[in-house]
C-alpha cells in the first residue's frame, strides 16, 4: 500500500494511489444540475417504505398521515436517496469526474432535512462534489445532492461519501 505521498494530484488533477484508481480532483467544487424533477407519489413511497420495513400507516394511508400533520403520505427518512443516487451516479462516472463504480463501496450518508418528502412533491436534485480526498490506498468523493420543491425551497440534503478501491 502507497503512504501518503501519493494522494498528490498527478499532473493531470488526477488524484492516484494506484495505476488503476484515479479520482479528478479538479471537480471538488463542482455543481451539476438542477436535473429533471422527480415526481413522488404514494406508490413510490408506499414501494420503498415496504422495502425498507418502515410500518408507520403514514406512509401508506392519506387519512393517517393527515391526522398526523403532513399534506399526503410521508416518505421514509432514507426515501431522498432514491432521488439523490439517480443523479449521484451518473454525476460521479462521467469522464470528466472519473469514478470507476464497479470499485465503489460507500462509505457513509446522512441526510439534513428542512421538511418532509410527501406524495405529489417534484423535487429537482443539484449534486455537488464537495470534496475528493485519498488515503490508505483508497480514493474518496464526498457528494451533497440538494434537493427543492417546485416553489425552489430546499427540502433535503444528501451527503454521501464513496470509498473507491484499488485494483488488486
Known amino acids: 500500500m502507497l503512504g501518503p505521498a501519493a494522494a498528490r494530484p498527478d499532473a493531470s488533477g488526477r488524484v492516484r494511489y494506484a495505476e488503476n484508481v484515479a479520482i479528478n480532483a479538479d471537480a471538488a467544487g463542482r455543481s451539476f444540475g438542477p436535473f429533471e424533477a422527480y415526481e ?25 398521515a393527515k391526522a398526523e400533520g403532513y399534506d399526503d403520505v410521508v416518505a421514509p427518512t432514507t426515501f431522498a436517496a432514491v432521488i439523490s443516487q439517480i443523479h449521484e451516479f451518473n454525476v460521479v462516472t ?34 455537488h462534489i464537495d470534496n475528493v480526498s485519498a488515503r490508505a490506498g ?27 478501491r484499488e485494483t488488486a
Do not use: C, N, W
Open 94 to 127: 462521467s469522464p470528466e469526474v472519473g469514478v470507476d463504480f464497479s470499485k465503489v463501496v460507500h462509505a457513509s450518508e446522512s441526510f439534513e432535512y428542512v421538511r418532509p418528502i410527501v406524495a405529489g412533491d417534484r423535487l429537482r436534485p443539484t449534486v
Open 40 to 64: 413522488v407519489t404514494r406508490l413510490k413511497i408506499a414501494e420503498f417504505a415496504r422495502a425498507v420495513d418502515a410500518r408507520s400507516g403514514a406512509h401508506f394511508d392519506p387519512a393517517i
Open 138 to 164: 483508497i480514493s474518496l468523493i464526498t457528494t451533497r445532492a440538494d434537493l427543492v420543491d417546485a416553489d425552489g425551497d430546499q427540502v433535503v440534503s444528501v451527503m454521501s461519501t464513496l470509498a473507491v
